[in-house]
């Protein structure tokens, strides 16, 4: 019986020896162990079975055979009409990038500015002088206000206030 119940006849047992020769291993799964228990109950399905086994012998037996070379010229000047029929097609556009946009221009302006010069130069000095600019802002306020408190008459607030905006300049200021 196969898998859904009916039973395996002996022209279906033929037909999947024919199909799939002697070794059960070969048959498919649905249909092997209704056949199998078919080649149990009854003698001339065994003798059957045996015969394909004994014929895959003889077969494994044979040399393989090998293409003659009018064969193989045949098959590979066919191969070459049809690659030459087929279209060409052209290649996938390129996928574009993904980020590094802002890296290319970056190296264009620095290419602008400092023209056959490594980029780290013009970096290291945006960065140094972002970095003075900083510190003399932090540091102005509280340090450098008795500078100017004795030296010209100036207060520490005057020049504060130019830099911030806070104060406007006398007329007689030289």
Do not use: C, Y
């Amino acid at each position: 019986m196969t898998q859904d119940g009916r039973s395996f006849s002996k022209a279906a047992l033929d037909r999947l020896i024919d199909v799939h020769g002697g070794d059960p291993d070969r048959w498919p799964m649905a249909d092997r162990a209704a056949a199998l228990a078919l080649v149990g109950a009854s003698p001339a399905a065994a003798a059957r079975l045996e015969d394909a086994r004994r014929l895959n012998r003889l077969l494994d037996t044979l040399p393989a055979a090998q293409p003659t070379p009018a064969l193989a010229a045949r098959i590979l000047a066919d191969a070459e009409s049809v690659l030459a029929s087929a279209p060409v097609s052209d290649p996938p556009p390129a996928r574009p990038r993904r980020g590094g946009g802002w890296r290319r221009r970056l190296a264009g302006i620095a290419a602008v500015l400092w023209p056959d010069q490594p980029a780290w130069q013009p970096s290291a000095v945006f960065g140094l002088s972002l970095a003075a600019g900083l510190a003399l802002g932090l540091v102005q306020p509280v340090g450098l206000t008795g500078l100017f408190d004795s030296a010209n008459g100036t207060d520490g607030a005057d020049v504060s206030g130019l830099v911030f905006g806070e104060t406007v300049l006398e007329e007689g200021w030289p």
